[in-house]
């Protein structure tokens, strides 16, 4: 797991081919602005998607990790909580190999607030439970870049 301000996302410059490929792309193409959708950026290696929705409680909330994949969690308007645990501390319920998806439960280490102009990247050994309210639920806009991990 990676906390960092985007404006500071460079400094993870080299530590991987796409990783690499998602912080040039966020040096030139700022989230102000930006509706929800598909962005390719690199084909299956390198995508965004942006949501629109509205944070839930926790115990309504889905916790996942991916096998193949980092994400790279921003939020562009509001608010949200991202739990994150390491995946050595859960144990997984499903696997859905062809959207590399993983349903996890356990106990969530850590919660980050996630708010506009921070970048929360999530690696493999990260399980990391989304959409979570700070406080009452609220409307947020939020950036997921996937990045091929291998």
């Not at 739990?83 to 349903?103: A, Q």
């Not at 996890?104 to 506009?116: A, C, K, M, N, T």
């Amino acid at each position: 797991m990676i906390f960092t301000e985007i404006a500071n996302i460079g400094h993870y410059h080299g530590l991987g081919e796409y990783l690499d490929k998602a912080v040039d792309y966020l040096s030139t193409h700022p989230l102000d602005g930006i509706q929800a959708g598909h962005y390719e950026i690199d084909g299956k290696m390198v995508y965004m998607n942006v949501f629109d929705y509205e944070t839930i409680p926790e115990d309504g909330a889905f916790f996942e990790a991916h096998k193949k994949y980092a994400d790279i969690h921003m939020t562009v308007t509001g608010e949200e909580i991202v739990g994150v645990s390491d995946m050595c501390r859960v144990s997984v319920k499903t696997f859905d190999e062809e959207k590399d998806l993983l349903e996890v439960e356990g106990p969530v280490e850590h919660y980050i607030r996630l708010i506009p102009g921070k970048a929360l990247i999530t690696l493999p050994e990260d399980a990391h439970k989304v959409k979570l309210a700070a406080g009452s639920p609220s409307a947020v806009k939020k950036a997921v870049i996937k990045v091929y991990m291998g």
